[in-house]
Nanobody, 120 residues
Framework: QVQLVESGGGLVQPGGSLRLSCAASGRIFSINAMEWYRQVPGNKRELVATITRDGTSNYADSVKGRFTISRDNAKNTVYLQMNSLKAEDTAVYYC??????????????WGQGTQVTVSS
């Protein structure tokens, strides 16, 4: 069994910063892309940032220049550094990883979500 555990969410004032972490554990052969999504109640889940195993990253236009995704392959962990936070960044943030438990078996997995609230 594979799981992703997120941490680092919370309440922050506009203009502030937070760093989210997401650690994968269990039977892991390899992890390809790792991604962060966010969702506001009543809306679709939105892709925020993605990073490949070799470190290539992409961002949603709404967070470019403010958020940075990174990963530590030795720790099977992905991070999301969020700076200059705005009220519209308020959402539940989910991590997602393309995991293989063996060379043939995929176990793409979602984290449980962590709440980020930006408010004064």
């Amino acid at each position: 069994q594979v799981q992703l555990v997120e941490s680092g969410g919370g309440l922050v004032q506009p203009g502030g910063s937070l760093r989210l972490s997401c650690a994968a554990s269990g039977r892991i052969f390899s992890i390809n892309a790792m991604e962060w999504y966010r969702q506001v109640p009543g809306n679709k889940r939105e892709l925020v940032a993605t990073i490949t195993r070799d470190g290539t990253s992409n961002y949603a236009d709404s967070v470019k220049g403010r958020f940075t995704i990174s990963r530590d392959n030795a720790k099977n962990t992905v991070y999301l550094q969020m700076n200059s936070l705005k009220a519209e960044d308020t959402a539940v943030y989910y991590c997602y990883a393309e995991i293989r438990t063996t060379i043939l078996i995929r176990a793409n997995t979602w984290g449980q979500g962590t709440q980020v609230t930006v408010s004064s």
